[in-house]
């Protein structure tokens, strides 16, 4: 009778409709339902991500390292193994480090990359930790956004000095140079300059901790440009701990207007002092070269001034006076050793021997040591990634240095002859993600100079490891797109447009940018025409005119790549215009007008003269182009595309016609202006359409997310209950494929969630670190939300729980979920893991097998009892699990063990053991067993009777006997007390996968 009534009930909830997805909770998820969601790390890790500072700890194997936007990690055992700390504070954007000397389990953190790129993002203040970094206090200056630098005092930990930058976006009063002498109680700021100039390094001598050096910078960034320099960079001494300064200049030292300054400090003779100084010419300004007045040659001379070329035989011509300088009298006199400083915004650092004080190492794209002061360099750090940022030498072994780049750690102990990676963390900044819809499904994504890769969202056994990842792009990684219908159809791109299109299985590339208009080449064309042919001439001036308006563009940084979701050989991209592509990315034509505003003056600092006293012009700030893009799946050729200036643009006719929208969002309060990072049609209803916008750039953090019902023209914000400090800025908005009152939002702090249509929001980061989120994707069969963070790689979560979560479902006593399709199925491998010790990086894998999840409402006095069926009512396999209130999850092996309760084991994870001076979870000795020695073997230990025998194995889960289950839908019952529930899980077998040969699966 119990068979043919579960039979009736798969029977019934098969022909059921889908779950009421329309219905939206009123109000937010308790705690218990929340921390059910758990995110995995799924990598990469190989090719690291940006440092900011490494510190070790003198006469042991500890130090740390602190990343531009994956928090702090620490090691005890020389590199071998590290863990993450700084991982869930308010903001874990590093600046600086610093461990007391007196005292090493004192550790200071400043929040608030100092190295001013386009993609950073502000501290929130500094933190405190007594206990190696396990546990942090805020000890205030939340306003100072960058941390340059910090100084602690050699035998006096209260004392502290703080290099406080401030905001890289605008001006504030929030930075100069601040100190404590009570631990961080209270602060002094000893030292202002301006509004716009805060402090970016400082050296302490080592026979007095009175006297140090400080250098103050005045630099800013814009939506368009960026500016290094200005009357508020100096260097600065004071000999009495900061009660007073005096301003370095002349004797040697640039006199000039400076940006940028670098400085070291000789600690076996401290009167030798370096410093890597940006200087401007004399009678030059940042402003002059920003605006295009100034322009340099060779070795930094003036080869354009005031808008004229400079004849060549004028001789004494302004030169630019960067480059390092030499000390050797305390700071008295110095002398210039060579001219040499590359991109001095972004790296400016310089290290010296602390036994040597000849021996010099200068931090820079390519990394180069001197042994004679600065005057000639040697080219170092190869096998390494470049753009080096931070270096930790050890003063009882000079020899033994580590060094940080945009590639992540290298350590040497032959003083730079050979270097081993130390790339076991993930800390990839990933731009935009992308899937595919094989099985296991494949994740693409693009990083921040690390090109763009491609790894699988889960495997059959064991974790995620670098070797499952591959390559599929180079430079700085952007968009990736994958053919939804072959998943060996992988698009990629670098800045500046430079899209390609790749099979994976054939190595076939194929470029996919559009022509560019060369106006170098139409005027060498012009020099061959005889200057007296007129017709010539005008036949020429109007072929370069034709070709200008069909192929002049300008491509963003970050220029958005889209395939259409109504036909995936429809490629679409964004220049300052939008281009299309009927055949998957070849002969792109454009299919609108220039979208922006035009603004002369933008495009010409943006494209030829960005940068301050050093330009700067690598295509980073690029400006007036489209940035966001998007079709709508409700309705072919509805189109929407936003730009970096502010402009939103509609084309209902596949791009005939387009009208301009931008003005309704500056009705709903959205600043004039405000960069579009974001168009989201929706998939429920076509004239629906979300949009998040973005002006941090001005310095403005506010949380711009809005909504229309009508094609834009009205919009309605969704910011209603965002609290800025938590959220700031966001990147993404995305809509749920399932649940249409489910919305997901990237912040520049972590991700947001929201189940009544932006209403209301919660915060979604469980387990995720308190980093970027620059994308996010939900995946429509696996029913997983995919997170591209920018600063610790690529999570992955389990969403369909949340899809349909209603009233009706927090309320009930217990409640089954619907699953996603579940795979039975066997990998192929051509690599096995190796026995290759404990280096290698390792994701969080989901457990192979079915996913059951369920919610319980209240407490149950036994466990809760899993059933599942087949279509016959047959009983196949019976599990327990927690019968705490909350959401959760137990694993079915895909085989009948028949109807003997298997209990479930963990979390998949493995128990949390502590460990003192460690995190819970971490083992600082992988390499040994944990627990008490066992005493087999001991002959007074050795039963009379008896053998080795054999193991009792538990269930795991119903991992034991029993055969496999065929291809097919089961009956999910979950029963907690004398309540229950039920849903339907659909099997699928594959049979063995190669994940070499993808196959789709619907």
């Known amino acids: 009778m119990r068979a043919s009534l579960l039979g009736v009930a798969l029977a019934a909830l098969l022909l059921l409709p889908a779950p009421p997805v329309a219905a939206q909770l009123s109000g937010p998820l308790d705690e218990a339902t929340l921390d059910g969601f758990e995110w995995r790390s799924i990598g990469p890790a190989h090719m690291g991500g940006r440092v900011t500072d490494i510190e070790g700890v003198p006469g042991t194997r500890t130090f740390y390292v602190a990343t531009a936007l994956g928090g702090i990690w620490k090691t005890v055992n020389q590199g071998t193994t590290f863990f993450p700390l700084f991982t869930h504070e308010r903001v874990i954007s590093m600046g600086d480090i610093a461990v007391a000397p007196s005292n090493p389990d004192i550790v200071w953190a400043g929040t608030g990359e100092e190295d001013s790129r386009n993609s950073i993002t502000a501290g929130g203040g500094v933190f405190k930790s007594t206990d190696g970094g396990l546990t942090w206090t805020d000890m205030g200056l939340e306003e100072t956004q960058a941390v340059g630098r910090i100084l602690i005092h050699p035998t006096d930990p209260d004392v502290v000095y703080v290099a406080a930058l401030g905001a890289p976006w605008g001006s504030n009063p929030e930075r100069g140079l601040y100190r404590t002498r009570d631990g961080g109680e209270t602060w002094e700021n000893t030292k202002f300059i301006s509004d716009e100039a805060g402090f970016v390094d400082m050296v302490m001598d080592p026979r007095d901790p009175d006297v140090i050096f400080a250098a103050s910078w005045e630099r800013v960034r814009g939506p368009y440009y960026f500016k290094s320099g200005g009357p508020g960079s100096a260097l600065w001494k004071t000999t009495d701990g900061g009660d007073t300064w005096t301003e370095v200049s002349g004797n040697g030292f ?245 899209m390609s299109r790749q099979n994976i299985m054939t190595g076939e590339r194929s470029g996919i940018r559009p022509a560019r208009f060369n106006p170098r080449q139409w005027d060498q064309r012009a020099n061959q025409i005889d200057e007296d042919d007129a017709e010539a001439m005008a036949e020429h001036l109007a072929a370069r005119a034709a070709d200008s308006t069909a192929n002049y563009s300008r491509w963003n940084w970050n220029t958005p790549i889209v395939l259409s979701p109504h036909n995936p050989n429809v490629v679409f991209a964004g220049a300052n215009r939008v281009y299309r592509s009927t055949n998957r990315g070849d002969d792109m034509v454009p299919i609108s007008p220039d979208l922006s505003d035009q603004d002369a003056r933008e495009i010409r600092i943006s494209t030829t003269s960005t940068g301050g006293i050093t330009p700067d012009v690598t295509q980073a700030e690029t400006h007036n182009t489209v940035v966001a893009l998007a079709e709508s799946p409700m309705e072919r050729g509805l189109i929407y595309a936003g730009t ?226 087949d279509v016959a009512g047959e009983t196949l396999a019976v599990m327990m699990g927690s019968s705490e209130p909350g959401l959760h999850e137990v694993i079915w092996s895909f085989r009948a063990t028949g109807a003997q309760p298997i209990p479930q084991f963990g979390g998949g994870q493995g128990d949390e053991i502590a460990v003192p001076g460690f995190p819970p979870g971490f083992n600082p000795r992988p390499g040994e067993a944990r627990g008490e020695p066992s005493t087999a073997g001991d002959p007074n230990d050795v039963p009379e009777q008896g053998g080795q025998g054999g193991r009792r194995g538990g269930g795991f889960g119903g991992f034991g006997g029993g055969a496999p289950v065929g291809t097919g839908q089961y009956l999910v019952t979950v029963e907690a007390g004398s309540s229950s529930s039920a849903a339907v899980l659909s099997v699928e077998v594959l049979g063995p996968v190669d994940p070499r040969e993808s196959v789709i699966r619907d």
């Open 254 to 498: 640039p006199t000039t207007e400076k940006g940028r300054i670098g400085l070291a400090q000789s600690q076996s003779d401290p009167d030798v002092i370096y410093a890597m100084v940006e200087a401007a010419p004399e009678g030059i300004t940042a402003v002059d070269v920003l605006e295009g007045r100034v322009s340099y040659g060779q070795a930094g001379y003036v080869s354009r001034w005031d808008g004229h070329e400079l004849s060549d035989d004028i001789t004494e011509r302004p030169r630019r006076l960067s480059g390092l300088y030499r000390s050797a009298d305390g700071g008295d006199s110095w002398t210039w050793m060579n001219i040499q400083n590359s991109r001095p915004f972004y790296y400016s650092q310089i290290r010296v021997d602390p036994q040597d004080p000849d021996r010099v190492y200068k931090l820079y794209s390519g990394w180069q040591f001197s042994d004679d002061g600065g005057r000639s360099w040697k080219r170092g750090a190869q096998g390494q990634h470049v753009d080096h940022h931070a270096m930790w030498i050890n003063p009882d072994d000079p020899a033994h240095f580590i060094t940080g780049n945009d590639g992540g750690i290298a350590q040497t102990f032959d003083r730079g002859g050979s270097y081993d990676v130390l790339n076991h963390q993930a800390l990839g900044q990933f731009y935009q993600v992308s899937y595919d819809m094989a099985m296991p499904y494949r994740v693409c994504g693009g990083l921040q100079d690390n090109g763009s890769w491609c790894g699988p969202s889960r495997k059959q056994s064991g974790g995620i490891r670098d070797t499952d990842w591959f390559n599929v792009g180079g430079g700085d990684g952007f968009w990736t797109q994958q053919d939804p219908t072959d998943p060996n159809i992988i698009y990629s791109e670098s800045q500046g447009g430079a």
């Open 644 to 869: 970096d200036d502010g402009n939103l643009w509609i084309t209902e006719d596949d791009g005939a016609t387009w009208s301009e929208l931008s003005d309704n969002l500056i009705a709903a309060g959205v600043p004039e202006g405000t960069w579009i990072t974001h168009v989201e049609p929706s998939r429920f209803v076509e004239d629906r359409i979300y949009v998040a916008a973005d002006n941090h750039f001005r310095n403005d953090f506010n949380t711009y997310v809005l909504v229309s019902e009508d094609r834009g023209q009205t919009f309605t914000p969704l910011w209603g209950n965002v609290d800025v400090r938590t959220t700031r800025f966001p990147h993404v908005v995305r809509e749920d494929p399932v649940n249409e009152n489910l919305l997901y939002m990237g912040t520049d702090l972590g991700i947001w969630v929201s189940l009544d249509r932006g209403a209301n929001w919660q915060n979604f980061n469980q387990n995720l670190p308190t980093v970027p989120v620059h994308d996010l994707q939900i995946h429509p069969r696996d029913r997983e939300l995919i997170a591209g963070t920018h600063g610790r790689s690529i999570w992955v979560v389990d969403v369909a729980p949340l899809q349909q979560l209603t009233d009706d479902v927090m309320t009930a006593s217990v409640h089954a979920f619907e699953s996603a399709p579940q795979f039975q199925y066997t990998e192929l491998r051509d690599l096995g893991p190796g026995i290759d010790g404990h280096q290698p990086w390792s994701g969080d894998n989901a457990r192979y097998g079915a996913s059951i999840r369920y919610r319980v409402a209240g407490e149950v006095d036994d466990s809760v009892r899993i059933t599942i069926s």
